[in-house]
């Protein structure tokens, strides 16, 4: 793994924080919704206990002071996840034949989080990054994104306690090499047999 690519990854770590103890917290789904009382750009997750995640603009905010005329913090308790686990980081690195499929999956617990990135070295692949629950005796599943391509990046934060991955295919005329980088909070990494 290259310098950049582990800046990424560590950098990461402090959203997939935040994203972790808001999981831990939320008894119910989170609604995200723009808190008018700032901007329109704002964004908060609300629950029935209030806003645990605020995303804004500092200079839209009104800045209070304290009886000594100190600035009082604009919020405390928010935007801070700690994790009951240690940070992990691992890269694949997945060789696809002309025509051929494979499936990784991180194996998750709800609430858990990662940031990934992956890319195809040459070519394109069709990709179907997914969750669904470790029993195999429901139908039930997440798209989070599907299409054709060669490389997506992003955060998910798992809903529900199962395996949440990618399954690829070769769409190259030739072989096609994926790497795969992936930081946060899971057990671990595993290639489903198809």
Do not use: C
């Not at 808190?35 to 329109?40: F, H, M, N, V």
């Not at 690195?93 to 070295?121: A, I, P």
């Amino acid at each position: 793994m290259n310098r950049a690519s582990m800046v990424f990854l560590l950098a990461a770590a402090v959203l997939l924080s935040l994203l972790f103890l808001l999981a831990q917290e939320v008894e119910e789904p989170p609604v995200v919704a723009p808190l008018k009382s700032i901007d329109a750009n704002t964004v908060a997750v609300v629950t029935s206990r209030g806003v645990v995640f605020e995303q804004y603009d500092p200079s839209a905010v009104n800045v209070r002071y304290d009886e000594f005329e100190s600035a009082i913090p604009h919020a405390v308790g928010k935007n801070y996840i700690p994790a009951n686990r240690p940070l992990k980081s691992e890269a694949v690195r997945v060789e696809l034949g002309l025509d051929e499929s494979v499936e990784y999956k991180l194996e998750m617990n709800g609430g858990d989080s990662v940031v990934y990135q992956w890319k195809v070295l040459e070519g394109n692949v069709y990709y179907d990054f997914h969750g669904h629950p470790h029993h195999e005796e429901t139908e039930f599943f997440n798209r989070y994104n599907e299409g054709e391509g060669n490389q997506r990046s992003g955060t998910i934060m798992a809903a529900f306690t199962g395996q949440h991955g990618w399954f690829w295919l070769n769409l190259s005329q030739g072989p096609v090499v994926i790497e795969l980088n992936v930081s946060g909070f899971y057990d671990k990494i595993v290639e489903i047999e198809l």
